[in-house]
């Protein structure tokens, strides 16, 4: 999974040149099916969306990425269902349009989950663009689930993690907290907010410093 960051992705270059070969590697079409397996690395990690794809890299480049990704989907399609590149092309001024605020990875996801029927069958030889775009408000109610009960399971690992700390060190959960951060914010230069963006989705990773820095504490 080398194509889908665990760490905060960093920002896009700054011209416009090196800010499409950066898109166009990290995010070629051909890795579409990696992303079904982690959909919440898609949803919270730090991939540009649309938007800013197409601030940064121009609207045209935006749209032409969108036609590579529907192109990649639609080899997975009948004969019959094949669109042509002028459906492609409108398909994907419509999902610029109307969904800006997609990143990358989640339109990846998408189109990966459409191609495993995920969404239903898409056409009996019938592929419209309308029978695609359909489906992004059932993703999007997906993802809004799939958020929620992150957040819920988190929120209770949270509490507990919060309880065992309070009895072994008797800490604040808010002083372990600032704890947290001040040891991932060591891997960021000191930049803490993408410390914090860090944490949102490992909070693991630094709890073994925090429990010994706590110990040596208790020494």
Known sequence: MANIS???SPALPTATAKA???ITEK???GIQPLFAAQPLRCYLGNAPTLARVGRECEDEFAVAWLCKQIHEYVKTLSTADQLRAADIQNLALVIYSAYPSLNLDEVMLFFSRLAAGIYGIVGY???RGENITARIHQ???DRRREIERYEIERERMERAAEDERRRKYAVSY???KRMLVAFAAERFGGDEDKAQEYLATHPEEFQNDAHSALEDTRV
């Open 6 to 8: 665990t760490t905060c």
């Open 20 to 22: 499409r070969e950066y």
């Open 27 to 29: 995010y070629c079409s």
């Open 125 to 127: 030889n019938s592929v």
């Open 139 to 141: 993703f999007l109610e």
């Open 174 to 176: 808010q002083e372990y």
